[in-house]
Structure formats: C-alpha cells, structure tokens
C-alpha cells in the first residue's frame, strides 16, 4: 500500500500515477467544462466545425465501425488533437483499463468510460484513481452516480438513448430520475440518510454530501437525443451543467454548423426565450434525418 493510504493497482508495469492528480483536480478540471456543450466527432472537418460553433470539448469517436466496438484508432486521436485547439475526450471500454492507459499515453484530456461501446468486463469498472487524467462515467439513478464517483469518476454522464435516433424521452426519464432521488434525500432526516444510502448501493460519505451541497458532488451533463437547442435547453432547465450532443447532428445536414451553433447557444442561454427562439428558427428540414420512425414509437409504446 502507498504511503498516502491509495492501492496502486495492476502491478508495476502500469503507466499510471496515482501521485500526480489528486480527485480534486481532476473534479477541477471537469468544472471548466461547466455551462458547454460537448460534441462528438468523428473526422477533422467535424472537429473544425464544432469548436468554431463553440464546442467546450471533443468526443472523438469511430467512425461507422463494424462488428464489436471499441476505442478509437489513436492515430485519429492525434490528427484531430492537431487541428483543433480546444480539449478532446475519447471512449474506452467498461473495465478496459489498458485501453485507458492508452487513451491517456496519447494526451486526450478526459477519458469517457462509455457503455454505447462493447462492454470489457462486466462485473468491474476502471479503477479510475490509477490514472491522471479525469474520467467520465455514465449514470441512470442517482446510485449508479455515486458509485461511479467512488470508483474515481470526475464528471457523471446522465445518458438516455444510445441508437441515435433524436429520441430524447429515455434522456428526460433518466435526468428526472437523479434530480429526483436528490430533492428526496434533500427533504430527509440525518437519521434517514443511512437506509437511504443503503437502499440506493452508494457510498454513505458520497450521500452525506450530496445532501449538503443539495447536488452531486460533481459535474453533472446530459447525453443521448439531444438534437435541438430545446433539447439542450431542456436539459439544463432540469438542473444539468451542460450536454453531450452525438454526431448525428452532422449528418444529412446541409448546415451543420448552424445546427451545432444553436445548440450551443441554447446551453449558454438557456433561460432566455428570445435567444432559444433565434437558435430554433430554420431548423426543421436539417433535423429530417433525426425523427423517430412511426414503428420505432410503436416498439416504444409497447
């Protein structure tokens, strides 16, 4: 065991350090990222147009791979990082710690441990104090939250829909769902809060302090159908610091610089009517592509 009461793991051949980024400064790192909206990229040209539309951040994703997915090519990782000069974030795997240190061995800033790839192990997580660099990790319930934030994670994903269809319902369910549990265990007795962390599986130290900064202990964004700028709006009206918006919104778009741009303009104004009534206007022919189908909203209702 480390001096300071931290287990490194996965022996002495591991590239990591747990001594040079404290959780602290990674969850500081994760606020910069506050009131933006993070786009995914999948090719230079998209990386250009979204930081000119005012991306706070780059999901460099696959593009169109078949069969299992997985990282994306570190050589791709590097071009873009070399065209764009705001921050870049990458996938890897569920408990696939060596793609990870991969991930941080080529300099991306923020790892996203994403479930929309192939699952590595599906009985554990990353153990994301080994590594430098901050993590993101997704949620569904406020318990899921807590125990990714326990494992290290630096900024929690509240993800909805993972087929890419525009559909933001499971997004809306799932965002409620975690500012649900948040309030209840606001309005609780200290007495209360045991049971309550007992009955959600997280971390009791983590419940305390949620109840006490009436929050999560950190960045929370949105992500999953988020196609609109009233989609975005919608998200941080429900208590989100900011979104995740896939790369769909770049295809079959004449404008996809406009559509980003008023998604981005949606996340920053997000109060103002005026501003979200500019960004919305001239954007029904460019979401042709992103409605969900007659039988895909039958399958849904059944």
Sequence with gaps: MAEDGVVTLYNNTAITDTKKNPVSIKVGLTQMLRGGAILEVSNTNQAKIAEEAGACCLVIIEPNRQGISRMPDPALI???????????MS????????????LERVGVDYIDENEVLAIADEF?????????????????????ALRRVREGAAMIRTQGDLSGTGNIV????????????????????EDEVFAFSKKIAAPYDLVAQTKQMGRLPVVHFAAGGIVTPADAALMMQLGCDGVFVGSEVFDNCSDSYKRVRGIVEAVRHYNDPHVLVENSCGLEGEMAGLNVSEESMEQFGE
Excluded at 80 to 85: H, P, Q
Excluded at 181 to 186: G, V
């Design 91 to 102: 996938r890897s795997r569920i408990g696939h710690f060596v793609e990870a240190q991969i």
């Design 78 to 88: 590097k071009q873009i990082k070399r065209a764009v000069s705001i921050p870049i």
């Design 170 to 189: 499971e997004t809306v369910k799932n965002v409620r769902c975690v500012m649900g549990e948040i309030r209840i265990l606001n309005n609780m007795d």
């Design 124 to 144: 554990n997580f990353i153990n994301k104090h080994n590594f430098r660099c901050p993590f993101v990790c997704g949620c569904r319930n406020l318990g899921e």
